[in-house]
């Protein structure tokens, strides 16, 4: 029952910032770890950035610099802040977490995807 909710994707102009946020809602008892992806057309889908449940970080060597991954716990809530944005960045971003949930039957943990947000780059 795990949801991801994506926003803050549009257009920037090249050196601009942006912010993405991925909202968690469900019967939530951890989120063990959670990342960004990014998709452009007619290329492979690409693991931007990551943060796991105890706070390290890690980040395509692209982005190193530029964007930093955070998580606000009490709001079950992961964001993206983007600075120096290149074109090379314009793609499609994907927020995916791994979540352990409550059930009857016990904890289960499982993997979400959000539908995806637009990021566009251009002058």
């Known amino acids: 029952q795990v949801q991801l909710v994506e926003s803050g994707g549009g257009l920037v102009q090249p050196g601009g910032s942006l912010r993405l946020s991925c909202a968690a809602s469900?019967?939530?008892?951890?989120?063990?770890?959670m990342g960004w992806y990014r998709q452009a057309p007619g290329k492979q889908r690409e693991l931007v950035a990551m943060?796991?449940?105890?706070?390290?970080?890690n980040y395509v060597d692209s982005v190193k610099g530029r964007f930093t991954i955070s998580r606000d716990n009490a709001k079950n809530t992961m964001y993206l802040q983007m600075n120096s944005l290149k074109p090379e960045d314009t793609a499609v971003y994907y927020c995916?977490?791994?979540?352990?949930?409550?059930?009857?039957?016990?904890?289960?943990?499982?993997?979400?995807w959000g539908q995806g947000t637009q990021v566009t780059v251009s002058s």
């Open positions: 469900g019967s939530i008892i951890s989120i063990n770890a």
């Open positions: 943060i796991i449940s105890g706070g390290p970080t």
């Open positions: 995916n977490a791994l979540i352990t949930t409550a059930a009857v039957s016990g904890a289960r943990t499982s993997t979400s």
